[in-house]
């Protein structure tokens, strides 16, 4: 198993731009979330999906779009990047929900808007 | 704001020395606790977790104390060795809120030689 798996690993975009991070898992998990990390910041929940066509907003929800249309693939959108953008971004997946569930990360993306 | 705020932001020990990292929450409804351990590049992994009905676990060289009255849980790595030099978040979650994550601010743990 590859485990979730993230691309590309790094990007530089114009303010403005849009770009979609990828982020796949083969662990068959129904659970799987996009957070983000700034320094000394720890890691903000941006979106988060249950299930294939079902997702949801986190703390940071602005600025950025998921879909989720396979048990898989859970990508995030960028429209219009901005600077407050720049941040290291980790697609993660759960098997089931309840109490002592781990998470697994991907490696992240790391973004800069310039 | 900060759910769970984390203590000290980095930390220097010796090889053979005792780590400890602090990490207080608000929210009494949370029921899971875990610590995470982030090397350069790379994501975050599950190093150990606690439960609020347990007031200690330990893993190894790891251990977290668990303290409900006080809100407080820390981690503590025994004869830390220069492969533990990472960053650690503690995080906390609510059984029933989809296993989304309030993560601590992390702490960036160098061990010297």
């Known amino acids: 198993n590859a485990g979730v798996t993230q691309t590309p690993k790094f990007r530089i975009l114009k303010i403005g731009q849009s770009m979609t991070l990828q982020c796949t898992q083969d662990?068959?998990?129904?659970?799987m979330y996009w957070y983000r990390q700034d320094p000394g910041m720890g890691l903000k929940l941006i979106y988060y999906?249950?299930?294939?066509?079902?997702?949801d907003k986190g703390e940071v929800p602005n600025g950025y779009n998921v879909s989720r249309s396979t048990t898989e693939d859970f990508p995030l959108r960028l429209e219009l990047a901005a600077p407050s953008q720049t941040s290291v971004y980790f697609c993660?997946?759960?098997?089931?929900?309840?109490?002592?569930?781990?998470?697994?990360f991907g490696q992240g993306t790391r973004l800069t808007v310039v | 704001q900060q759910q769970v705020k984390q203590s000290p932001q980095s930390l220097i020990v010796q090889k053979g020395g005792i780590s400890i990292i602090n990490c207080a929450y608000e929210n009494t409804a949370f029921d899971y606790f875990p610590w995470y351990q982030q090397f350069p590049g790379k994501g975050p992994a599950l190093l150990i977790a606690i439960r609020p009905d347990v007031s200690e676990k330990k893993e190894g060289r790891f251990t977290i104390s668990f303290n409900k009255s006080a809100k407080q849980f820390s981690l503590h790595i025994m004869d830390s060795q220069p492969g533990d030099s990472a960053t650690y978040f503690c995080a906390a979650s609510i059984s029933d809120s989809w296993g989304k994550l309030q993560f601590g601010a992390g702490t960036q743990v160098v061990v010297t030689p």
């Open positions: 993660a997946s759960i098997p089931l929900i309840g109490v002592g569930t781990e998470a697994f």
């Open positions: 662990m068959n998990h129904n659970y």
């Open positions: 999906s249950v299930g294939a066509g079902i997702t």
